[in-house]
């Protein structure tokens, strides 16, 4: 595999007694689009301000194709840091505030226009370049904050929480366009985002942080099948929690559920499976429980089934075609799937 385009070796922040970071190791690789995660406080906007210049780490190094970076000021790094809040220039029209950068790079009159055209068409702002800012809906003026840090092809963009400000649908469209904007620019994307969905949407890899400390790095895929523990687990996409403990025999019961779960120690254990790996049938061998609760989530149906083995009613996804048979009260049978279950020990 080629050498990361960053390296970032053992970073540490610290404010005062507050480790904001603490040791974080990551190689982040060329062209791709890596997402730091994690829920308020645990670092990620740190994390991105050191790699930007504008907070200076407290130990460790950051390498930009082999170069450490780190003594270097914001404006010598070849970086970009797209902000939460876009400051657009509100004077100056779409077209202006994209040369502007590049006006201050001293670039000739004919590059500048040929890069600003360029970054239009990919960003779809070709039909709004003599508009000011005033006159862009919400979508729009993101879409000129990107285009803006675009143009000045970084090497890494540095995006923290850009989509932010937008509301839900708006949110999921720039999702996807956000995707294929970076695809098509040919640059690193790291965005900070506290929202795990927008992760696994956007992401090729990511980083879930917590406490300053790097708890796991992998595709969306990696971590939302094998999440390295529990917390990860429940941080991304909803995980069924079920407390019991393994017997000598490599069983794990937890009242009246015993599923052999290759890989367990004997002792207290929690199981963990996905809704969409219990299987919910109204006649069977399985699990037996009583639905509490439907909740409609497009296509699919989420039972709330309690049961004998947890205190917590157990989620299980169901197709909506399926889920048109159950009403709240109905016994039913629930199955899950063994080779898909993970045990948290300790
Ligand atoms: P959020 O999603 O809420 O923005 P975050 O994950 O980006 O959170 P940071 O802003 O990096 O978290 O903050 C990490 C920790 O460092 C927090 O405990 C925060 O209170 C602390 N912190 C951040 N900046 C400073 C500062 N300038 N001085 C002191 N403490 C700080």
Not at 223 to 248: C, H, L, Q, T, W
């Amino acid at each position: 595999m080629a050498p990361p385009i960053l390296r970032i070796e053992s970073i540490g922040k610290m404010f005062g007694p507050i480790a904001a970071v603490d040791g974080v190791t990551l190689d982040i690789h060329e062209n791709e689009f890596f997402a730091l995660l994690g829920p308020s406080g645990c670092g990620k906007t740190t994390l991105l301000r050191m790699l930007a210049g504008f907070e200076t780490p407290t130990s460790g190094r950051i390498l930009l194709e082999g170069r450490d970076i780190s003594p270097l000021p914001p404006e010598k790094r070849p970086l970009n840091l797209m902000f939460q809040s876009y400051a657009l220039f509100p004077h100056m029209t779409v077209r202006q505030n994209l040369s502007y950068g590049l006006e201050m790079e001293r670039l000739g009159k004919a590059e500048i226009s040929r890069r600003v055209d360029e970054t239009m068409a990919m960003t779809d702002l070709t039909p709004f370049a003599d508009r000011k800012p005033e006159q862009l809906s919400g979508g729009q003026k993101q879409r000129v904050a990107l285009a803006r840090a675009l143009v000045k092809r970084p090497k890494v963009l540095l995006l923290d929480e850009p989509l932010g400000a937008l509301d839900k649908k708006l949110r999921e469209k720039m999702q996807l366009e956000l995707k294929r904007m970076q695809h098509e620019a040919g640059i690193t994307f790291i965005i900070v985002t506290h929202d795990q969905e927008e992760a696994l949407v956007m992401a090729d890899r990511m980083a879930i942080l917590k406490d300053g400390r790097l708890l796991q790095c992998g595709s969306p895929e990696e971590i939302y099948e094998a999440p390295g523990d529990r917390f990860v687990a429940n941080f991304i996409g909803v995980m069924n929690f079920i407390e019991g403990k393994v017997s000598e025999n490599g069983v794990f019961g937890a009242g009246s559920l015993n599923l052999a779960i290759p890989g367990g120690k004997t002792g207290p254990a929690a199981l963990a499976v996905r809704p969409e790996h219990i299987s919910v049938t109204t006649t069977g061998e399985g699990l037996a429980g009583t639905i509490a609760d439907i909740a409609y989530h497009g296509l699919d149906r989420i039972l709330h089934v309690k049961t004998a083995a947890s205190p917590v009613p157990l989620q299980a996804r169901v197709a909506a075609n399926g889920a048109a048979a159950y009403r709240r009260g109905d016994t039913v049978s629930l199955t899950l799937d063994p080779a898909k279950c993970r045990l948290f020990q300790g």
